[in-house]
């Protein structure tokens, strides 16, 4: 099972943007990796996923907003999270195939 490291969470306002990063100690090329965000007092939701075609799919809150992607040494996924929502204020954790990162806060407030 891959270990995973999340970093780049942290505070911005309304509007802003950060990049998440998942660092995982395996391969994630051909791997079923996904991002999912849980608020405080809601399930665990979905967010982006990183098809093996190479494409992606995104929910409807974040599409159009929100780009994953995966570095070229096939170890890390990118979450690009643009134009932020307060409503997208969660601890957001990365999925490769069973193994959960430990998750990493984002909050968007004024």
């Known amino acids: 099972q891959a270990q995973l490291v999340e970093s780049g969470g942290g505070s911005v306002q309304p509007g802003g943007s950060l990049r998440l990063s998942c660092t995982s100690s395996r391969s994630i090329i051909s791997k079923l990796s996904a991002w999912y965000r849980q608020a405080p007092g809601k399930e665990r939701e979905f967010v982006a996923r990183?098809?093996?075609?190479?494409?992606?799919d995104y929910s409807d809150s974040v599409q159009g907003r929100f780009s994953v992607s995966r570095n070229r040494a096939g170890n890390t996924l990118y979450l690009q999270m643009n134009n932020l929502k307060p409503d997208d204020t969660a601890v957001y954790y990365c999925r490769i195939d069973i193994s959960w990162g430990q998750g990493t806060q984002v909050t968007v407030s004024s």
């Open positions: 990183l098809l093996p075609s190479g494409g992606a």
